[in-house]
């Protein structure tokens, strides 16, 4: 079955340090990989998706189908970065519905 | 476009009994997805629907049942409340179905059952 596996549910780094969000899926096709942040008290929103390989407010992610990863990462933490985040994968079966990981969440200290 | 739109916000139920949330999409989208996040868990995919068809449902039980209007907005269903239905609803839209099409989250619903 597809899954999505984020193995740490708390994150905590000190301001201008590298971030590295952890997130790999099980699935033999060709999905579509997405990070999903939700800061305090606001909703669910994209931060970016692997087909348009974009860098979003400095976060970047590859999507290695090797090892079935799609790790998060950010050369240089800023405290606003604190937040949930959420790993998630479509796939032609799912018709656009997503399989969200369980999240992880970062803080980020001053 | 104050984006989607989810009522109640709030609301406490009984077990057995029966609630209904609501979802109003982004103007112009078409498609409506339903989820169920559990506090700790990350959003579970319960229904999604476009124009006015079921396309897809996740792995919930029949007591989950939904629908879309013409109007494109969408309720959810839930009967027999059970302790384990506690959770924060989730309702994404879409301009249509499909994998290339991003979805749009609205605030939730959360749903308390005592």
């Known amino acids: 079955a597809q899954r999505v596996t984020q193995p740490e549910k708390l994150l905590s780094v000190f301001k201008g340090a590298p971030v590295e969000l952890k997130c790999n899926y099980s699935y033999s096709g060709s999905p579509e990989l997405f990070w999903y942040v939700q800061y305090s008290r606001q909703r669910l929103q994209l931060l970016l998706r692997?087909?348009s390989r974009e860098s979003i407010k400095g976060f970047t992610a590859d999507l290695n189908k090797g090892e079935t990863s799609f790790h998060l990462k950010k050369p240089f933490a800023q405290e606003e970065d604190s937040a949930m985040y959420y790993c998630a994968l479509s796939y032609g079966g799912s018709q656009g519905n997503l399989i969200f990981g369980k999240g992880t969440k970062l803080s980020v200290k001053p | 476009d104050a984006g989607v739109t989810q009522s109640p916000t709030h609301l406490i139920k009984t077990r057995g009994q029966h609630v209904t949330l609501r979802c109003s999409p982004i103007s112009g989208h078409k498609s409506v997805s339903w989820y169920q996040q559990v506090l700790g868990q990350g959003p579970q995919f319960i229904f999604q629907?476009?124009?006015?068809?079921?396309?897809g449902r996740g792995n919930f039980p029949d007591r989950f049942s939904a629908r879309q209007f013409p109007n494109y907005s969408s309720e959810l269903n839930v009967n027999a409340l059970l302790l384990g239905d506690s959770a924060l609803y989730l309702c994404a839209s879409s301009l249509v179905w499909g994998m290339s099409y991003e979805q749009y989250f609205g605030p939730g619903t959360r749903l308390t059952v005592t």
């Open positions: 692997h087909i």
């Open positions: 629907y476009y124009e006015k068809e079921e396309r």
